[in-house]
């Protein structure tokens, strides 16, 4: 049973667009949540989180969207750069009263974006 | 400051065998994590430590996969009589005290274990 959806598996961008990576979960009690990028043969590199009791947190190029009554959340980045080709994952965390931290990933969008 | 290394950064082994993988996490970070991720699959969580302990390892597959934090900084994840469907790669990251300071994880670059 997959809790963390990503159900697109890559996507395309002109340079200097939006694009636009979406994620659906199934569980109410997530209560933090995290985008994470990789580059080939690295690990996941941190780049934007959300907590449950807000809707929108923007870093830079980069704003994540939560919307918990759909139990979705969306990642844009505006504008596209060629560097931000990567695949993105999709993280939740169960809250538990703070018994745990583990996070729960989805499968990962390939994003490419086009010169 | 140095980022979680973890090695070896590749490891071949033969079904049936023992290995070791080994973590060393960013200095400071008092919270430890190992997953595992397959092809085509985000990472899939195994367990977390805090300090020295095992706060959560409901992650571990079977009894074949132990790990360690003896002193609460390194971590070394064991794997006995390795099996075919253990071929993946390793994830450890770290992060600060989660109730203290934001959740995120910071990883490394993983080690990529293949049983032949």
């Known amino acids: 049973d997959q809790q963390v959806k990503q159900n697109s598996p890559s996507l395309s961008v002109q340079e200097g667009r939006i694009s636009i990576l979406n994620c659906d979960y199934t569980?109410?009690?997530?209560?933090?949540f995290l985008w994470y990028k990789k580059y080939p043969a690295e690990g996941p590199t941190f780049l934007i989180s959300?907590?449950?009791?807000?809707d929108k947190n923007e870093d830079g190029r980069f704003t994540v969207f939560l919307n918990k009554s759909a139990k979705h959340l969306s990642l844009h980045i505006v504008p596209s750069q060629p560097g931000d080709s990567a695949v993105y994952f999709c993280?939740?965390?169960?809250?538990?009263?703070?018994?745990?931290?583990?996070?729960?990933f989805g499968t990962g969008t390939l994003l490419a974006v086009q010169p | 400051g140095a980022g979680v290394s973890q090695t070896p950064s590749n490891k071949v082994t033969e079904k049936g065998k023992y290995v070791e993988l080994r973590c060393d996490p960013i200095?400071?970070?008092?919270?430890l994590y190992w997953y595992r991720q397959s092809l085509g699959q985000g990472p899939e969580f195994l367990i977390y430590?805090?300090?020295?302990?095992?706060?959560?390892d409901s992650g571990l597959p079977n009894d074949r996969f132990f790990a360690v934090r003896p002193e609460g900084s390194v971590s070394t994840l064991k794997i006995q009589r390795t099996e075919r469907g253990d071929s993946a790669v390793y994830l450890c990251a770290s992060s600060l005290t989660p109730r203290l300071a934001g959740n995120e994880q910071f990883f490394g670059p993983g080690t990529r274990l293949t049983v032949l």
């Open positions: 993280a939740a965390r169960s809250g538990q009263g703070g018994a745990t931290n583990k996070l729960i």
């Open positions: 430590f805090q300090g020295t302990g095992a706060a959560d």
């Open positions: 200095s400071g970070h008092t919270a």
């Open positions: 959300i907590s449950s009791i807000k």
């Open positions: 569980n109410s009690m997530f209560d933090y």
